[in-house]
């Protein structure tokens, strides 16, 4: 027997292999964009805290990624019979296929969703929840753009797998590839020589449609993006236009009532008693640094301050106002409105990756509808400048040192214009030589009168921009004092003197 190569070629130029092209494509793609939507749906539902949501999800895709494809397909195919109401559905192949694809690759959309959506970094979490955008906002500007992005080649990967497993539908008597092949060398008994042509049109669908994809996939990839930075003369031009927004300035006099009150906050970790009846009152345009060694809960403490961490007992009171309680005295609406006046700068950044630095700036001040676009731009070039970055304002963080990502996260802070910051170790994961370009922007926010509370293992930094440095050791406050006081050694006390030797000054 001769392999007949003629007929192979003349394979291509039959129209009926070029419409079941056309149906392949459109099943595939139906599939794949239907399956990534409702695998997006499972995959969150999984994702949820609700068992009610959870349980089902996880039952679905246990059971459709078990489930072979083929007997769904002639399952749902024959559901008709049982149900007839299904018919105008069910009953035409190319729904049938569709549905049946939809319902399998859902299961396996969720999956590679939940992969992507948890490697997005808690701390973009974070962030969008110090900026005070809501869950949703969160999800919508911040998490699913990254998740996407982390999961498109899984997603492309899958989109092959759909291709080939559309072949199948041929058992529902679609008129795909397979089943015209199969049409073909029923009647002609040239199996393999029909087979390759299929088999050739099936690699072409898919050498397409890989590039196609693979194209958006380098689009969307900023980490390949080159770096731009404005020239002198550009950044020249953009400083003639730019004027400080009033918002910017603080406006609350210092003085009564106290910018900030800790009452009894308390808080444990399951046995591990983290904060200890903490009481503290700072008054607008103070400087608070909060030091102390590791694990004695200065962190937890800020993390209170913006509802990163709940409290067990205690409250926080902001400007007179009742701000943060423990979750059942928590009034959702004063905790919200007093969100926007607290800004926090986290010790890793948290800036968002897939923003550029302007659009970092920009983001929480376009959620909160504060001003127009252009004004947005504005302000956060104006910031930026002030943060000495103008130049940088077009470039992804990843293009940015460490310490002009914090200077970065600095000014996205001030682009909602809050009354207190809280600092977490804002210089903890720097090089020694970029610890310098960011206290100085502390420092000029201090002189500038903005309340700040400030988490620092500086020591020289503390002594020199505090008005009142805090020493918590095991959960507690042990000392709460000038740094005049510290220095005076008047005071010599067990606490003093220890606070002194922490501090290296003994
Ligand atoms: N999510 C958590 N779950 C359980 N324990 C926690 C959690 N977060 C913090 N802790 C514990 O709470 C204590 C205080 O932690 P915290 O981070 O507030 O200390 P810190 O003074 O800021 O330390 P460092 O200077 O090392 O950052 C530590 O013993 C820590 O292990």
């Not at 070629?9 to 070029?18: D, E, N, Q």
Request: proline letters at 4%; hydrophobic letters at 50%; one cysteine or more.
């Amino acid at each position: 027997m001769e392999f007949d190569w003629q007929y192979v070629f003349s394979l291509f130029t039959l129209k009926m292999f070029w419409q079941a092209c056309v149906t392949v494509i459109a099943i595939s793609s139906l599939a794949w964009v239907l399956g990534l939507m409702f695998g997006f749906v499972v995959a969150s539902a999984k994702m949820s805290s609700y068992r009610w949501l959870s349980l089902p999800a996880s039952l679905y895709i246990w059971f459709f990624r078990s489930v072979p494809l083929l007997v769904l397909l002639v399952f749902t195919y024959n559901l008709p019979q049982l149900f007839p109401v299904t018919r105008p559905v069910l009953g035409v192949p190319f729904l049938a296929g569709l549905v049946s694809l939809v319902l399998t690759e859902a299961a396996y959309m969720a999956e590679i969703h939940r992969g992507g959506l948890l490697s997005v970094a808690k701390g973009q979490r974070e962030a969008g929840h110090a900026l005070n955008i809501g869950f949703l906002g969160v999800q919508r500007l911040i998490v699913i753009p990254q998740a996407f992005r982390i999961s498109m080649p899984t997603m492309t990967n899958e989109f092959v797998t759909i291709i080939k497993l559309s072949s199948l539908v041929s058992a529902i008597s679609l008129p795909e590839l397979l089943q015209v092949g199969q049409r073909l060398y029923s009647e002609n008994f040239m199996v393999l020589e029909t087979l390759l042509g299929v088999a050739i049109y099936y690699v072409l669908i898919v050498t397409l449609f890989s590039t196609i994809l693979q194209f958006l996939e380098k689009r969307l990839d900023i980490f390949s993006r080159k770096p731009q930075t404005l020239t002198e003369a550009e950044c020249d031009h953009l400083k003639t236009q730019l004027a400080a927004t009033p918002k910017t300035e603080t406006t609350v006099q210092k003085g009564i009532p106290p910018a900030l009150q800790l009452q009894g906050l308390t808080k444990a970790y399951g046995s591990h008693q983290v904060l200890k009846d903490i009481n503290m009152n700072i008054n607008m345009g103070d400087v608070v640094s909060i030091i102390g060694p590791s694990g004695s809960g200065k962190t937890t403490l800020i993390r209170t301050l913006n509802t990163l961490e709940t409290l067990d007992d205690g409250e926080v009171v902001l400007f007179g106002e009742s701000f943060v309680a423990k979750p059942s005295q928590l009034n959702a609406a004063q905790c919200k409105a007093g969100m926007l006046r607290i800004g926090m700068v986290f010790q890793n950044f948290n800036l968002f990756a897939h923003k550029t630095v302007l659009q970092n700036l920009m983001l929480a001040p376009s959620y909160h509808k504060l001003y127009s676009e252009q004004d947005n731009q504005q302000q956060a070039l104006y910031l930026l400048d002030r943060v000495g970055l103008l130049a940088h304002a077009h470039k992804y963080p990843h293009q940015l040192s460490g310490g002009q990502q914090q200077r970065v996260a600095i000014a996205r802070t001030l682009a909602l214009a809050p009354d207190i910051i809280l600092f977490d170790e804002p210089t903890s994961a720097l090089d020694p030589e970029m610890v310098g370009e960011v206290l100085k922007v502390i420092q000029d926010l201090a002189k500038d009168g903005m309340t700040l509370i400030i988490v620092t293992h500086e020591m020289d930094f503390a002594l020199s921009v505090s008005d009142r440095i805090v020493m918590m050791e095991d959960g507690a406050i042990k000392v709460s004092a000038s740094p005049q006081a510290i220095l005076d050694l008047d005071n010599d006390s067990y606490h003093y003197a220890r606070l002194r030797a922490f501090m290296g000054l003994a």
